[in-house]
């Protein structure tokens, strides 16, 4: 079946444009999560729906960063006025449930570029 | 402070040899360890997972071992291949980190034929 798909895969933007990053999870996934990979790091978590409800933002680094997903399936990671830092690539993972034996699956992720 | 931390940033070993991997965590609440493996331009693939309630779980050529009283896990990986070649990252969640996973900066693996 379709893995988590992210589009676009590769995004460069001027400092202080504004950018949506989409995910498509996994068909039945109710739980996505949104984390960010920066050179020579780990993953690191942002923010966590279940279902349409963001169960868990406290990873967002400020304000300028929300994501959505409104319908509980798609969902889009936006940053408003980026900065040269918010550079990174942008991982999106889904999982059929939470805790223990449910595994997340990630996507290819996004590479966003800020010049 | 990084809560998982893998002190190893790199690991080249012969094919048909052991690979071991080391991570360290400080988190005494974390009740959930995993390892991903990454090429290349994809995203982290599910390799294999451990609760806090085990010390050894074991898929094929993987095996994870947990020694909780030194917050410690490593993967063990044999016979090693050359498509094991990748990035391996030690995660965990649980406690204040709820379902979040926690990731090290990973090792990079070099298997050579």
């Known amino acids: 079946g379709a893995g988590v798909s992210q589009t676009p895969s590769n995004k460069v933007t001027e400092k202080g444009k504004y950018v949506e990053l989409r995910c498509d999870p996994i068909s039945g996934h109710t739980a996505l999560y949104w984390y960010r990979q920066s050179l020579g790091q780990g993953p690191e978590f942002l923010i966590y729906f279940q279902g349409t409800g963001a169960a868990d933002d406290s990873g967002l680094p400020n304000d300028r960063f929300f994501a959505v997903r409104p319908e509980g399936s798609v969902s889009t990671l936006k940053i408003q006025r980026t900065e040269r830092g918010d550079s990174a690539v942008y991982l999106c993972?889904?999982?059929?449930?939470?805790?223990?034996?449910?595994?997340?699956?990630f996507g290819p992720g996004t590479r966003l570029t800020v010049t | 402070d990084q809560q998982v931390k893998q002190n190893s940033p790199s690991l080249s070993v012969q094919e048909g040899r052991i690979s071991i991997l080391n991570c360290d965590y400080t988190n005494s609440m974390f009740d959930y360890f995993l390892w991903y493996k990454k090429y290349p331009a994809e995203g982290p693939t599910f390799l294999i997972s451990?609760?806090?309630?085990?010390d050894k779980n074991e898929d094929g050529r993987f095996t994870v071992f947990l020694n909780k009283s030194a917050k410690h896990l490593s993967l063990h990986i044999v016979p090693s291949q050359p498509g094991d070649s990748a990035v391996y990252f030690c995660?965990?969640?649980?406690?204040?980190?709820?379902?979040?996973?926690?990731f090290g900066k990973g090792t990079t693996l070099s298997v050579s034929s």
């Open positions: 451990i609760s806090s309630i085990k």
């Open positions: 995660a965990a969640s649980g406690g204040q980190a709820g379902t979040a996973l926690i």
């Open positions: 993972a889904s999982s059929h449930g939470v805790g223990e034996g449910y595994e997340q699956y």
